[in-house]
């Protein structure tokens, strides 16, 4: 099963794309769609959506698994990004309804065994799982891999994590 993991962002959405065949994974690719700040948001928003539709178009992953939006002070970038995820739901729904979400917690408890591990600890975690020679970068990839991850673990338990 091919999985894209998606870490939302207007700045810098994450993305990474991974193999999966029972406990085994294989890291087809990862990286990071940016926008400017100094863009419109309309125009922001555009670029995501070509991007993501660029990524269902390179990749044709069976499943798309997203990191829950949490927010806890800054309502302002909150609002700009749950605009970014909502414009690469768009993108992704037009091909898979296949769409699956995972909260920060759920991904570290998946990645790591702890659900309070520190984005180091995740990170080196998805490096040894992928057999990776170094740490994904920019950490929004890496944090993107961690959901593909999440989500190829998950299993029998997909249906629960489903976006409706």
């Known amino acids: 099963m091919r999985i894209l993991g ?6 810098t959405m994450g993305w990474g794309v991974i193999e999966s065949r029972g ?16 863009q419109p ?7 995501i959506y070509i991007g993501v539709n660029q990524l269902m178009d ?3 992953p069976d499943e798309v ?22 414009v690469a739901l768009v993108a992704v729904v037009q091909r898979t309804e296949e769409l699956y979400e ?14 309070k591990a520190d984005k180091h600890q995740v990170q080196m975690m998805v490096k040894a799982l992928l057999g990776m020679a170094e740490i994904a970068r920019p950490d929004d990839a890496a944090d993107a891999l961690a959901v593909a991850i999440t989500h190829a673990h998950s299993r029998g338990a997909r249906h629960m994590y489903k976006i409706q």
């Open 65 to 86: 698994a997203f990191e829950e939006l949490f927010f806890s002070k800054n309502v302002t970038t909150g609002m700009a990004v749950s605009a970014a995820r909502g």
């Open 102 to 115: 995972y909260t920060p917690m759920q991904i570290k408890q998946a990645v790591t065994g702890q659900g």
């Open 23 to 38: 406990d085994r994974h294989r890291l087809v690719q990862y990286g990071a769609l940016t926008t400017a700040a100094g």
């Open 58 to 60: 390179t990749f044709a």
């Open 41 to 47: 948001m309309p125009q922001r928003l555009r670029a």
């Open 6 to 11: 998606i870490d939302p962002g207007l700045a």
